[in-house]
């Protein structure tokens, strides 16, 4: 047994020892924490970056794609017509995608800022579905039907980003569905909240998987799904956090919609409240 003296100073070195090896880790935690977060902010700056060389070319290229399509510098073919139209709609779809890469990047450094104002999302809806049935669901022969309340729904949100995250869902939905589908969308008033539903007649999504769908860059095994889930339904749920609401997946749908056509792939549901938290 050493002496009470030899005890306590050996004591004392070791926990100095105990004390600077402790300092030393954290060191290099701090260290490490601090590369993470520049590589982080890199891979925001890279993708930001790179949606805007995107962009830039695509905005000019898709504008000489209208006139030719208007047939201002002259007529056109039925032919000629057809294969206007299939750019335009593969112009479109990267658009899309560029955006999502865009929002994406500024959603994730969670300084983004929503635009409170009052729209309708029935008539956003409305024009979405309009639009995408003839760019996105017409090649694939896949039609979109719209379910919306008969009094309109007044919700306070940002309509840019309202829109994008609608149109997010129904584009998943749709790369979704087989030739010959159907994707339904219903709009729901529940209390203080608005639901927008999107249901598809996909192969569905394993219950494993369903969560990662939201992750950014991520492939869901063996489900259509993973033509869209690389950005888009990650954009939608931090537009909807952003919101205050969420962005919901069943699959199969727990309770199945008032139509004649079944619909076991997949709902996602986006819920918003009607007014904007404080």
């Known amino acids: 047994k050493l002496p009470a003296e030899d005890e306590r100073r050996y004591l004392r070195v070791l926990a100095q020892s105990l004390v600077e090896k402790l300092e ?15 590589v982080d902010e890199l891979k925001s700056e890279l993708m930001q970056s790179i949606s805007h060389e995107l962009s830039t070319p695509l905005t000019p290229l898709a504008g000489y794609l209208k006139i030719l399509q208007s047939e201002k510098l002259g007529a056109l073919n039925e032919r000629q ?7 335009l709609q593969s112009a479109d779809r990267l658009s899309r995608t560029i955006d999502n890469l865009s929002d994406f990047a500024v959603l994730e450094t969670g300084n ?6 009052p729209l309708s999302p029935a008539k ?15 090649p694939k022969h896949v039609h ?7 009094h309109d729904v007044s919700l ?17 939905a749709i790369n979704a569905s087989p030739p010959g589908g159907e994707v339904l969308a219903e709009i729901v008033q529940a209390d203080d909240k608005v639901r927008v539903s999107v249901y598809d007649q996909g192969s569905g999504v394993a219950p494993e998987e369903q969560e990662k769908l939201f992750e950014p860059f991520h492939y869901a095994k063996g489900a259509r ?11 939608a749920r931090k537009i909807a956090e952003a919101h205050g609401g969420r962005l919901v997946v069943e699959s199969p ?25 404080a």
Not at 25 to 36: C, S, V
Not at 81 to 87: C, D
Not at 158 to 172: H, I, K, S
């Open 81 to 87: 017509k057809k294969v206007l139209e299939a750019m």
């Open 225 to 235: 799904h993973a033509a869209v889930v690389g950005l888009g339904l990650a954009v």
């Open 112 to 117: 983004y800022r929503t635009r409170a104002e």
């Open 24 to 38: 030393a880790k954290a060191g290099e935690l701090t260290a490490t924490n601090e590369r993470l977060q520049r």
């Open 253 to 277: 749908p727990k309770v199945q919609p008032e139509m004649e056509r079944d619909f076991s792939g997949a709902k996602f549901t986006l819920e918003l409240p009607l007014h904007p938290p």
């Open 124 to 138: 956003v809806a409305e024009k979405l579905v309009e639009q995408m049935q003839l760019s996105m669901a017409k």
């Open 156 to 172: 306070v949100a940002d309509p840019m980003r309202f829109t994008q995250a609608v149109g997010n869902l129904l584009e998943n």
């Open 144 to 150: 979109i039907t719209l379910l919306a309340p008969r």
